[in-house]
């Protein structure tokens, strides 16, 4: 069950074409290289297989028969897992006009057109969403505890003496969690995402700005004079973790605990220098990778950085530095990044979280931690989280490249440009039960029906409905597996199997249509609680729907009481956990129509004949849930 | 090999020409390949997406930022239809109990994206999953377009072929990504310590794996199946006991009744790893209680635990407390055995190098205590075995009676001062020679005197280095511009997979020095991964 029932959900058609894998294509021809697994070269070979047949089906595209010949003899299962990833509800799926095909969130690629925070609503430049960690940079934020948006407000108003003045603070209404928590005031309502930086930037000492310009100095003296004349590259370069505001080299006061940010900073200006340092020479014969003195393939990555070959090539034949050059060492201080673990760091924590004012909620939950920085462990370490920007994105199908999505770039507008959505392409399929089954069939049956318990080996009947949305008429062959997959056997009959959806004309049409045709249809349609369906004829029928009976047979629960087995109340449990109990059925829908021709734009004078009309037909698999099974009958 | 020796030659002669100007304007370029330093003002927009994956969690973010932007997981939630919001409506599944037991590899089997038996894997089922939470990533939180630019993948550089190729062409097939990068996860770990050698212990998921690295080269590798996930079992099987009474050991073999997450919930706050035994303490120990919330009814009820039975399941999982040392098979060693082999694996060097540079990555790292009684008990085996992988009752009974015979063979009266001269002679010549003083040598201090800059490094001693894990080390990588060994194009992958890569492990270093852009790369190789 993933919506209340009864449901529809479509499978696109992408799921019966695998992912083109080279490696399985080449393996399989060749001997195996590798030991493989037996089992995974069967599957190549079946993979390979269906691979063949793909190409082969769009070879003979036009003969789509033979296609679902073949999709009939592996029947779409929607219990499998892999289903789960390729059924969407229909309003979800769009269409691609190009390829005539139904294109599901897999089959497209999507462009991002523009930035907005869900919260204020703002549309962040593309130059500043990166900076900003893709996160707003105003004043928006959630709750680190609930994830519920926080509120700016003063602390008087929190702790409930008017004013509205003074510091202020973020406070969750859902969980009345306030930075206060943790300890942050800020001084002003607004900015607050710059505030709070400075704040939790302070971990890494106050000096670090005062430090940052003698640092670079320092940086600077420590290159050689080769290095400085040789390229403005490396000029940049000097000036690149001087802007990061590094920690200098040689300023090695122990830092005592920088935060994962400020680490990864000074781990980063540490290789930078040396890098810098040690690509030097590059011309020494004893740097190359085949000498000795440095065997590191980082050492040898590296090489290219610093335009070695630029500089060998002014220097390199003339001067050979007689030194060893140096080679790039390890990170020695805590200051380049170097974190030595000293020694029983965790028995406080163990103290402190076995104490009891710590306690379960004292210590933060998973959920809490992953979107924060992976040193948190307790829950007062936990800080505000800057909203998430969203995006707005322009889709496209993934083989033709063309737009079917296209959203207007403002924030605050819903409108789309273009939005090829497949419902305007295929019929809405819906379900609903046959109120009343007729007595005839099952005598005493409850007249109301309860999807959530079906009883099994009971016939249902369920009426689908097509809704059509184009403007021509379509056929339909609708095609199901006589007993659904999984181990709950369920007989499915489609009592009507092939039929027609008329256009969606003008509404007018149909009032018309109506008032010229025999009113006794109509009045069968009224009297519905006296139709019996029929094998063959379509149960209702109107402007651009049609409505046909299908006929379900609930199979019985493994190990349920009509099985004859005891079903202990754990094990129907276990059962309706996975949803075994589940009764869905997967219908193959075969559509056709007549289209006008694409070409309509050169033959604009002409008026349009019926020869332009093109033969257009699309296959997809659908998946109604009907509902839930009953364990007992 | 008359290819690759042809490069070389060129590639020794190059420098020694007088000018380069094709190199020149090469390193000039600023396309985003090109290996020229930072400072272009497109360079924003080509950052490489650096991803970690694992079997539970995929780690994302931009190249040269110290954290990854997003954690996703791998669980039944994040596979389930669209539209299928169960997961908002009820309590998220897999906290409340199950409702029967279940057996704990099934237990686990949702949860994970892969493991390491490939016959039970779907594959399929993985490609789909990988489509689903990167398309979902690069939606969510990078707000990138996917598939634009460069694309860095830290893996274990043990990896099934057959996983890497449906990983490969999923990403290749699905975005339109110009080149993949893989860098091995465990280097990557040593050089967010800043570290050149370092013993990487990996406490994953599926297996606990203990790399020696020396110069950025992977040495050796152990393995050990006892990881996250059996503790996640162990985990399981102690939460689901108190509700079938206190009888732990009856119910050890049965199934799980507890939901995962709510196990997965206690196992990350509140395992921890007692000390190393001594005596005395074990007495103060069940003083504490915590209360947890009961397996029953995680939303409302708690329940009281004692503490210190919250570190059984570390205990009796990673350290195989309770089982001899000559039980355990080789694939299932306790970790401090695994360090301690990985140590006694690598060459003496490398070893006194390795071993004062430990740095614990992976999941279990996080658990309060474990790293420091690993230590611990590594140090205390080093005390005991020394480094002899010679051990065992024949050995120490052989040994007894040599003993005996030097003993009895001078048959005079100083029989004690002997044997113990025989004693610790004997335990000196099994101590390493990186314990004892060593020996003053004239050249070493000559070079000592030279080098008197460069800082001795620290070496012999068990020490514990922090890293910022593999993610934040192959980010580092990226954002200075380096190239992995292993960059796979597009083109080249499309046509061949992997199989269209070269044996040889590294053809293309001189391609690299010479500064060749990836398009003019002619192989591809798969390096340590082949």
Redesign the interface.
């Known amino acids: ?3 209340p029932f009864p449901y529809t ?1 479509i499978s696109c058609p992408c799921a019966d074409t ?10 399989s021809r ?1 001997s195996p ?2 030991s ?2 037996e ?2 070269t069967e ?1 190549n070979e079946d993979q390979n297989g269906t691979k063949q047949s793909d190409v082969k089906e769009k070879e003979e595209e036009e003969k789509e028969e033979e296609g679902e010949g073949e999709g009939e003899e592996q029947t779409f299962d929607p219990r499998s ?2 289903s ?6 229909p309003e ?1 799926l769009l269409y691609c006009e190009d390829c005539h095909q139904i294109k599901c ?2 089959c497209i ?4 057109v523009s ?1 907005y925070c869900p919260n204020c609503l703002f549309e962040t430049p593309s ?1 500043m ?2 900076s900003d ?2 996160r707003c940079g105003r004043n928006c934020f959630n709750c680190p505890v609930c994830t519920a948006p926080l509120a700016v407000s003063s602390i008087e108003n929190v702790t409930g003496n008017g004013s509205g003045q003074g510091p202020w603070v973020l406070s969750c209404g859902y969980c009345l969690w306030t930075t206060l928590d943790i300890g942050i005031k800020f001084d002003k309502p607004t900015n607050i995402r710059s505030q709070l930086q400075k704040m939790t930037d302070s971990t890494t000492g106050p000096a670090f700005d005062a430090r940052s310009r003698q640092g670079s100095r320092a940086f600077g003296d420590l290159k050689s004079p080769l290095a400085n004349f040789a390229s403005i ?2 000029q ?2 000097t ?2 973790p001087d802007a990061e505001q590094s920690t200098s080299q040689e300023d090695a006061t122990p830092t005592p605990h920088l935060g ?2 400020a ?3 000074a ?2 200006s ?3 220098t040396q ?1 810098s340092e040690t690509s030097n020479s ?2 020494d014969p004893l740097s ?2 085949f000498g000795f003195s440095s ?4 050492n ?11 500089l ?3 220097y ?2 003339a001067k050979k530095p007689k030194s060893k050059p140096p080679v ?5 201080t805590a200051s ?6 000293p ?5 406080a ?2 103290e402190r ?2 104490s009891p004012d710590c ?2 909620d004292g ?4 959920s809490q ?3 924060q ?2 040193d948190v ?1 307790f829950v007062d370490e936990l800080l505000p989280l800057p909203v ?2 969203r ?1 707005k ?1 322009a889709k496209r199908c993934k083989s033709c490249k063309h737009i079917l999505v296209k959203p207007e770039t403002k924030p605050q507008s819903t409108r789309f440009r273009i939005r090829l959505i497949a419902l305007s392409y295929i019929p809405l399929p819906t379900l609903r039960p046959l109120a009343q089954p007729p007595a005839s069939l099952i005598p005493g049956s409850a007249p109301n029906l309860d999807l959530n318990a079906l009883a099994p080996l009971r016939p249902y009947h369920v009426l689908l409905t097509l809704k059509n949305h184009m403007f021509d008429i379509v056929r339909i062959t609708l095609a199901t597996p006589s007993v659904t997959p999984g181990s709950v056997a369920s007989k499915v009959t489609v009592l009507c199997p092939q039929f027609e959806i008329g256009a969606n004309s003008d509404v007018w049409d149909e009032a018309l249509q109506n008032a010229t045709a025999p009113l006794s249809d109509r009045i069968t349609g009224m009297r519905g609680g006296e139709k019996v369906p029929e094998a063959g004829k379509v149960w209702e029928k109107g402007r651009n729907w049609t409505t046909v009976v299908l006929e379900v047979v609930p199979g019985t629960l493994p190990g349920s009481e009509a099985e004859g087995g005891q079903a202990t ?6 059962v309706s ?1 996975k949803d075994e109990d589940v009764l869905e059925i997967p219908v193959f829908v075969h559509m056709e129509w007549d289209a006008e021709a694409q070409l309509e734009q050169q033959n604009v004078g002409k008026a349009s004949k019926p020869d332009d009309l093109v033969a257009r037909e699309l296959a997809y698999w659908m998946v109604l849930g009907v509902g839930r099974i009953q364990a007992s009958l | 090999m008359p290819a690759t020796s042809n490069l070389r030659a060129t590639q020794t002669a ?7 100007p094709q ?2 304007l090469r ?1 000039g370029n600023t396309s985003f390949a090109s ?5 272009s003002s497109l360079r ?1 927009e080509d ?1 490489a997406i650096i991803i970690e994956i694992g079997a539970r969690w995929l780690r994302a973010g ?1 190249e ?4 990854p ?3 996703m997981g791998f669980g039944p939630e994040e ?8 997961g908002w409506i009820q309590s998220a599944a897999g906290i409340g109990p ?3 037991p ?1 057996d704990a590899e099934d237990w686990v089997r949702d949860y994970e994206l892969w493991q390491p038996d ?2 039970k894997v ?4 993985m ?3 990988i ?2 939470v990167l ?1 979902e990533t ?10 634009s630019s460069r694309l860095v993948l830290a893996l274990p550089s043990l990896m099934p ?2 996983l890497l ?2 990983l490969l ?2 990403l290749f ?4 990504f110009p080149s993949i990068t893989l860098l091995p996860s465990a ?1 990557m770990s040593a ?7 370092a013993l990487v212990v990996d406490l994953g998921w599926a297996e606990t794996t203990v790399t020696g690295l020396y ?3 992977e040495i050796t590798t152990k393995r050990s199946t006892r990881a996250m996930k059996s503790l996640q079992q162990m985990m399981g099987r102690l939460l689901s006991s108190p509700a079938s009474g206190e009888d732990q050991d009856a119910t050890r073999e049965d199934g799980i009744s507890v939901g995962f997450t709510y196990c ?2 206690v196992l ?3 395992a ?1 790893c007692k ?1 190393q035994a001594e005596d005395g303490e074990q007495a103060d120990q069940p003083a ?1 209680t ?4 009961s397996p029953t009814c995680p939303e409302q009820e ?1 329940y009281d635990v004692p ?1 210190s039975r919250l570190a059984d399941p570390v205990e009796t999982v990673l350290f195989a407390s309770g089982i001899a040392e000559s039980e355990l098979d080789d694939e299932e060693k306790s970790i401090p055995l695994l360090v301690h082999s990985a140590l006694q694996a690598l060459p003496p060097d490398a070893r006194g190098t390795c071993m004062s540079r430990i740095v614990f990555v992976g999941g279990g790292a ?1 658990i ?2 474990l ?2 009684r690993i230590l611990k008990e590594v140090s205390s085996l080093i005390q005991r075995h020394g480094w002899s992988s010679v051990r065992g009752r024949v050995v120490e009974r052989q040994r007894q009676r040599l003993e005996e015979l030097r003993i009895s063979s001078p048959a005079s009266g100083q029989k004690l001062p002997t044997s113990n001269n025989a004693e610790s002679s004997a335990e000196g010549e099994k101590l390493d020679p990186s314990q004892e003083v060593p020996e003053i040598d004239f050249v070493e201090q000559k070079l000592r005197r030279q080098n008197k800059d ?2 001795v ?1 620290v070496q012999g001693v068990l ?4 890293s ?2 593999a993610w ?1 080390g192959a ?3 990226t ?7 292993v960059e796979i194009e597009r083109e080249k ?8 890569a070269t044996r040889d492990s590294e053809p293309s ?1 001189p391609d ?4 060749l852009r990836a398009g003019e790369r002619s192989s591809w190789t798969l390096a340590s991964w082949a």
Not at chain 1, 336 to 341: A, C, F, H, N, Y
Not at chain 2, 35 to 39: A, I, K, R, V, W
Not at chain 2, 139 to 145: A, G, K
């Open positions: 069950m993933s919506r959900y695998p992912v083109p894998n080279p490696a399985r294509k080449r393996r060749e290289q590798k493989t697994p089992r995974d599957g897992p892999r789960n990833f390729s059924l969407y509800p979800q969130p897999r690629t999507e462009e991002v930035w130059s969403v990166r960690g893709n590259d490396e940049s370069n000036r690149e994962v940010e680490r990864f900073a781990l980063k540490f290789y930078r890098l590059p011309s190359s990778e065997p590191g393939a980082l040898r990555l590296m090489s290219l950085y610093a335009s070695s070959s630029r060998s090539g002014l390199g034949g790039m060492r390890e990170a020695l380049e990044g170097l974190r030595i673990v020694e029983s760091a965790d028995t924590l163990i979280i076995a306690g379960w210590v933060a939950s998973i931690r992953t979107e920085s992976p462990r998430l920007l995006t994105r109340g754990s094990d129907i449990a276990a956990q | 190059r420098p020694s020409s007088p000018h380069t190199q020149q390193s290996t020229t330093s930072p400072g924003n950052d931009f040269g930022s110290g954290t932007v997003c954690v596979s389930r239809r669209v539209g299928d919001y169960r199950l409702p029967k279940v490939l016959r779907d594959l399929g089922l490609e789909d999953k489509e689903r398309r690069y939606n969510q939180y990078l707000l990138t377009d996917a598939g072929h057959p190729s449906s062409s999923t097939s699905r975005w339109r280097t050089i967010a310590a800043g570290l050149r050698s110069e950025y080269r997965e919930e990350t706050r509140f921890w000390p504490h915590v209360s947890i919330p708690f503490f996080r309060l205590g790293r420091e460069t800082p490094p020490r514990q280095v922090e910022l894990g934040a980010s580092l990588v954002s200075l511009k380096m190239r992995g060994m992958f499309l046509q061949n997979g992997l199989a269209g270093i690299r020095r010479s500064g």
